[in-house]
Nanobody, 115 residues
Framework: QVQLVESGGGLVQAGGSLRLSCVAS????????MGWYRQAPGTQRELVAR???????TYAESVKGRFTISRDNVKRTVYLQMNSLNSEDTAAYYC?????????WGKGTLVTVSS
């Protein structure tokens, strides 16, 4: 049973920081690429950041230089460090991985940036 559990969301002022965590179970974590996606109401879900098993990273242009994705294979956790937050970052953030050709998602954690 693949399970992804996000945490770390909340209310933060513009210019502030948050660190999101996703704890994974039910698959061989160290062999899997992991991703963070976000979705605001009425919009499509978009990729924010991705990290491969070899720790190669990919970022959405809108978050480059502000967000950092990382992973701890011992803790089976992927992180998203978010700095210099602005109102455009307000969204539900979801953890993602693919196992046996199927996508799995966490339930999400809400990030609200106040101005």
């Amino acid at each position: 049973q693949v399970q992804l559990v996000e945490s770390g969301g909340g209310l933060v002022q513009a210019g502030g920081s948050l660190r999101l965590s996703c704890v994974a179970s039910g698959f061989i974590f160290n062999l899997n690429a992991m991703g963070w996606y976000r979705q605001a109401p009425g919009t499509q879900r978009e990729l924010v950041a991705r990290i491969t098993s070899g720790r190669s990273t990919t970022y959405a242009e809108s978050v480059k230089g502000r967000f950092t994705i990382s992973r701890d294979n011992v803790k089976r956790t992927v992180y998203l460090q978010m700095n210099s937050l602005n109102s455009e970052d307000t969204a539900a953030y979801y953890c993602n991985t693919k196992v046996d050709m199927m996508d799995y998602w966490g339930k999400g954690t809400l990030v609200t940036v106040s101005s």
